[in-house]
């Protein structure tokens, strides 16, 4: 069965720098997502993501995060000056059409900002 | 915030047994969907219900939902071992912005 696949499983960033955490979307779904779950907390909607653009956003997604979907298969979240409390697990997911389908999820990248 | 809220946050039940699990949200919603969490991992899609249904199945999951109240529950029955994980619901409205609830933790006991 088709997966979503992430890279890194783990990432360590010091304090400021940038950090690209890259993902595979299943190969015929159209819309991607990413999430965050701080640990032992709810998972976080972040960005919906269509034809090469944004579809939604949320509060958390701010100006030190973007997205891009730089070739046919990858899908990528940048945060650019990374904070302390950027530290989480970070979830791409797929989908074949919009939110009335099952969303597929990735293993997730762990982040942590030392 | 449209948020769901699942309870109990733990549920500890001998194999066998039934597991019930409860969320409710605040908004109008399109679907509501159940999503599986093993430790570690990441989500697994269980079932999804539209907000025009009232009941669900899948194998030995039963899904309900009730939108006057703005709540679904989740049933396992006959459960496994292999059943231990954290339980989320998900909703979904206008837009693609999915929120997750704070998820129910199931312990099943061999």
């Known amino acids: 069965e088709p997966e979503v696949t992430q890279t890194p499983s783990h990432q360590v960033t010091q304090m400021g720098q940038e950090v690209i955490l890259r993902c595979v979307p299943i190969?015929?779904?159209?819309?991607f997502y990413w999430y965050r779950q701080i640990l032992g907390q709810k998972v976080e909607f972040l960005v919906s993501f269509y034809n090469n653009e944004i579809s939604e956003k949320s509060e958390i997604f701010d100006d030190q995060f973007s997205v891009e979907r730089p070739d046919g298969s990858n899908f990528t979240l940048k945060i650019r000056s990374t904070k302390l409390e950027d530290s989480a697990m970070y979830f791409c997911a797929s989908s074949v059409w919009d939110r009335v389908q099952p969303q597929h999820f990735g293993d997730g990248t762990r982040l942590s900002i030392l | 915030s449209q948020q769901g809220e699942e309870d109990p946050q733990a549920l500890s039940i001998q194999e066998g047994e039934n597991a019930t699990m409860n969320c409710s949200y605040k908004?109008?919603?399109?679907?509501l969907q159940w999503y599986r969490q093993n430790s570690g991992r990441g989500l697994v899609h269980l079932i999804l219900?539209?907000?025009?249904?009232r009941e669900k199945h899948s194998g030995r999951l039963r899904v309900t939902l009730d939108t006057s109240k703005k709540s679904s529950s989740l049933l396992i029955t006959a459960s496994r071992a292999a059943d231990t994980a954290s339980y989320f619901c998900a909703t979904a409205s206008t837009g693609n912005q999915f929120y997750f609830g704070t998820g129910t933790s199931l312990t099943v006991i061999p």
């Open positions: 190969s015929n779904h159209l819309y």
């Open positions: 219900i539209r907000s025009n249904e």
């Open positions: 908004t109008s919603i399109n679907n």
